[in-house]
């Protein structure tokens, strides 16, 4: 089981860097994104404009590589034919999934490296990092936060056509709604019980905990357990949708391109 994870986690990140449009996603956009975001908070006068500026533009580049990549690997797979060899192969359908995933998302995970190389070398800024445990911590956290809330996202896609359109559905409402760019208490009082179900809005909370200078334990503590709680509910929905999903596959057989 190790050894297909680990290989399926190589074959799919020299995949996904293959593609013209993940390498946009991993390199171009982030650069583009720290650019604009720093012209958005030029005159904020806000204190936190740098972590804004820095982990906003890498944790877009993040979600954007995942939603081009880890839910779109449903349609190309489908589209080459191959998903329903995969989904009745001897090695389970969901270990695959779960290692291309982590794969995407691992190397996803370098938009956040080259957005703080992007704001150093155009804007002179640096994030300041005072507790680098708490940081590499609350890291480790919003990587795992992102894995477990593309694997269901993924399964549903099993079930559409429509993948390309789900994709560009999910990337901006959710940067949005999870605060990547700006607080959320900007945004309309109706959607905060949307972001608050949605795992990468807490991630995003608990790495902007860990940059300050005097840790808030009470909070970092809340913040940590929805992050943990939210995690286990997201794979509780993946064992779901995986038994619903495989019962309605094997029996009305819709992996195939056409209906």
Same mark, same amino acid.
């Given at each position: 089981m ?9 074959v ?8 013209p ?8 956009s982030?650069?583009l994104n720290t650019v604009?975001?720093?012209? #958005? ?8 404009a740098?972590?804004?500026?820095i982990?906003?533009?890498g944790? #877009?580049?993040l +979600? ?18 191959v ?5 009745t ?10 290692a291309k995933?982590i ?5 996803a995970s ?9 704001a ?17 911590a ?14 269901p996202?993924s399964y ?29 208490s900007?945004?309309?009082s ?12 807490w991630?995003t909370?608990?790495?902007?905990l860990?940059?300050?200078i005097?840790?808030d +334990? ?5 913040t ?6 939210l995690?286990?509910?997201y794979?509780g929905?993946t064992?779901?949708? +995986?038994?619903?999903?495989?019962h309605r596959?094997?029996?009305?057989a819709?992996l195939?391109v056409?209906e």
């Open positions: 190790i050894h297909v994870i680990w290989e399926t986690i190589k799919q990140m020299k995949n996904s860097w293959a593609r449009m993940f390498r946009f996603t991993l390199v171009a982030p650069v604009l975001i720093y012209e #958005m908070f030029l005159h904020s006068g806000r204190h936190d740098t972590s804004y500026i982990l906003g533009s944790l #877009m580049g +979600w954007s590589s995942i939603c081009f990549s880890s839910i779109g690997d449903i349609a190309r797979d489908r589209y080459m034919g998903l329903p060899f995969l989904f192969s001897p090695s389970n359908y969901n270990l695959l999934i779960v995933t794969g995407n998302t691992v190397l370098l938009t956040l490296v080259i957005s703080a190389v992007t150093a070398g155009l804007f002179r800024l640096t994030l300041q990092i005072p507790h680098p445990g708490l940081f590499i609350a890291l480790l956290v919003t990587i795992a936060g992102f894995i477990a809330i593309s694997i996202i549903l896609m099993l079930l559409s056509r429509k993948t390309g359109l789900y994709m560009n559905v999910l990337d901006i409402p959710v940067t949005l709604l999870c605060g990547f760019v700006f607080p959320l900007m945004l309309p109706w959607t905060r019980p949307i972001s608050a179900v949605l795992v990468p809005t991630s909370r608990l790495l902007q860990s940059l300050r005097t840790p +334990w009470p909070a970092w503590r809340t940590l357990l929805w992050n943990g709680g995690i286990v509910v794979v929905l064992a779901l949708f +995986w038994r619903v999903i495989e596959v094997r029996q009305q819709t195939e056409n």
